[in-house]
Each structure stands twice: as C-alpha cells, then as structure tokens.
C-alpha cells in the first residue's frame, strides 16, 4: 500500500493541451497527485474553438473503467465532457461503485461556445448524475440550466447553490461567477453554510480550460483529504494564479498555466 494519493478524472481531450483531460492531469500532477484518466470522446480543438469530435463506443470507456477500479484505488474523481446519455448510463453505473468524493464539472458548452453534450444529455446529468455528487462546480449559463432560472446578481448565485443541493441533490455546490462582471466570486453551499471565495478579475483573454482546472484541483486536494471547503479555497487560490499567469498561446482564448503555482514565490 502506497499513502500517494489518486486522482482520476472522466472527461473529453484537448490535443493543444489547455482543457479536458490534459489540464485535468497536469493540474493533478502540480498538485502532487497520482492522475489517471478515462476519455470519452477525442475532440480535435484549439484555442479558437471545437474543429471535430470522435466519441469513443460505451463498451471502451467501460472497460477502461473497469481496467482502473480493479487494479488501482481511487482517492477522489472527477467528470467532465460526458456527451451522450448512453456514456452517461455506463459511467453511472460504474461510479456507483466508487467510494470516494466525487467532483462534478458539468461541461456543456466551451468557451469557444461549441457544444459539448447533447441537449437531451444535460438533463440526464441532472437527474441521473448529479444526485450522486459531493460537488458540482456549474458555470453561470450551467447554474442557469440546473435550476431553470436566470442568474443576474450574486443574490442570484447564491439562491442557485441552495438549490441545487436542496431541489436537485448535489452534495455540495460551487456556483462560479467567472461570467459575471466585477469580482471574481464564487459560492460554495454545502447544505449548511454558504461560503465566499473571492479573487480580484484578471484582465485576460486566456481562460481556455479554466473550469476544468478548478474543479481538478477540488478533485487533488479532495483526494488528500483535504475538507471541501478549504479543497475549494485551495484550488481558488490555484486558478486563480493559473490565469494571472495564463499563456497567450495560440490566435484565440489561450490556456491558463499550470505551473503558476510551483513560479510562485509562496506555496499556499
Ligand atoms: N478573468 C478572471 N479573473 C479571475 N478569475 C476568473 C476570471 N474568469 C474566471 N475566473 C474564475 O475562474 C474560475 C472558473 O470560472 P468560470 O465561471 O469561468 O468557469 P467556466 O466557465 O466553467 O470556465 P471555462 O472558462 O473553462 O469554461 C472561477 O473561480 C472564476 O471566478
Ligand atoms: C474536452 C473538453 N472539456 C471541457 C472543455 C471546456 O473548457 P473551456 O470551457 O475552458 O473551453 C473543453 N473545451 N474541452
């Protein structure tokens, strides 16, 4: 027995390495995790949009679970891109079978505004998997989805993340106001407290992968045992400085940099 701890995420790639899968890993590697990864679709994008998708059969993202769960603990685990229902059907069945924290980013649309599941899919994720949850981390458009209201104000945020936990039964829910004007805050209601976790705005236009980045730091500290509130205050604090040192990589929104931590002068 090892004390590394696990960490796996359930997503779609990114072959130019700034969102889905490839941030997840780096984003668990920075953070001293081991990672591992199940990929559901192959996405040919870039920082300017979404050019192909390829999803991979049921029976293959089946078997690469089965090929984890049988061989190697998982600590914490993460979904992402999961772009059908019959993807959704599978990995529900098989993450039933996990006893660890399981972090939900509920991917819908990229930043680039391609979509990345199928309408009929968001509202299976709502039903079927977000019951399932220890944290689901919606956008503000997701937020808006999850509980068929619109978000204007951070009244607004909050009635959203006592919701989803209450109405929809997520374990926790971290509702993010990167959409929003002023202020880069987010609420976190775990059932019982509402908690605030606020970073000033970067003025930048590379926020590619930016919610996959959070949500896989929730998922590393989780998997060390770190407790959700302070999980989160910690990955805020790392995606935060993921985006003051973002790239300006390629022609369009470029990825957030996952070294910004290690750069930095103080390790949180
Ligand atoms: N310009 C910014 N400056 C500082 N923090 C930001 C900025 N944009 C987003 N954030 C923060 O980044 C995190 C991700 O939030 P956001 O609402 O953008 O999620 P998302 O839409 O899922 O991300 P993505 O860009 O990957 O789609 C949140 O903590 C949010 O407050
Ligand atoms: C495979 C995959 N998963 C998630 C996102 C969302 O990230 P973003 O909204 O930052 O483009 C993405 N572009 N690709």
């Known amino acids: 027995m090892t004390n590394v701890s696990c960490a796996l995420t359930i997503a779609g790639t990114d072959p130019s390495g700034g969102a889905g899968i490839h941030a997840d890993l780096k984003t668990f590697q920075e953070l001293k995790c081991y990672g591992m990864s199940i990929i559901t679709s192959v996405v040919a994008q870039n920082t300017t949009g979404v050019q192909a998708v390829h999803h991979l059969p049921k029976e293959m993202i089946s078997q690469q679970l089965d090929s ?50 199928d309408v009929e899919a968001r509202s299976y994720l709502r039903e079927h998997l977000l019951p399932l949850t220890s944290i689901v981390t919606p956008n503000i458009p997701e937020a808006e989805f999850i509980t068929g209201k619109p978000i204007h104000t951070i009244t607004d945020m909050q009635d959203a993340a006592n919701e989803i936990v209450h109405n929809y039964g997520a374990g926790a829910a971290l509702v993010k106001g990167g959409h929003l004007s002023g202020e880069a805050i987010d609420f976190l209601y775990d059932g019982e407290t509402m908690h605030t976790f606020t970073a000033k705005r970067i003025d930048t236009k590379n926020t590619h992968g930016t919610g996959c980045t959070y949500s896989a730091a929730i998922t590393a500290y989780l998997s060390q045992g770190t407790p959700l509130p302070k999980a989160v205050e910690k990955a805020k604090y790392f995606v935060t400085k993921a985006i003051e040192r973002s790239f300006a990589l390629g022609s369009g929104n470029g990825p957030t940099n996952h070294f910004a931590i290690r750069m930095n002068e103080v390790e949180q």
């Open 68 to 117: 984890v769960l049988s061989d190697i603990p998982v600590h914490a685990f993460k979904t992402g891109m999961i772009a059908n229902i019959e993807m959704m059907q599978v990995i529900k069945q098989k993450i039933e079978t996990i006893s660890a924290p399981y972090v939900m980013d509920p991917v819908m649309v990229a930043t680039s505004g391609d979509a990345l599941i």
